[in-house]
């Protein structure tokens, strides 16, 4: 449960950052390839969509751990699979950006979330 709560907190955390890019906070550079130090319209979007998956994500990843039950077994036990390699291929997305700051603080962040979903799908 411990790793499952890391999680979410994390996730808890990048939700708060989106929110700060959707309501105009100079944080760009730290998302979204570090193109843009406040997010064009198209980006805050995205940053939207973020939210609601990072939701789905936490609702995920407190199943396989025991505290929810939402999916069937089965389904959830895919699921974080999937997930577990959507974080690994943003480590590989955040390490590669131009944005030096993106490099430096996403690519820990998608590294913790990378482990503690594999971590709950070989459980």
Not at 21 to 37: C, K, S, T, Y
Not at 106 to 122: N, R
């Amino acid at each position: 449960m411990i790793v499952a709560v890391v999680g979410v907190v994390v996730l808890g955390c990048l939700a708060v950052f989106q929110v700060s890019l959707i309501a105009g906070a100079p944080l760009g550079r730290f998302a979204w390839g570090g193109q843009h130090v406040v997010l064009p319209a198209a980006l805050r979007i995205g940053s939207a969509v973020s939210l609601v998956l990072y939701g789905l994500f936490a609702a995920l990843i407190l199943q396989v751990a025991g505290a929810l039950d939402v999916l069937p077994r089965g389904v959830a036990d895919v699921a974080i699979w999937v997930l577990t390699a959507y974080f690994a291929v943003g480590v590989l997305m955040n390490a590669a950006s131009r944005s030096r700051r993106e490099r430096l603080v996403m690519t820990p962040v998608a590294l913790v979330l990378a482990v503690v979903c594999l971590v709950l799908a070989l459980q």
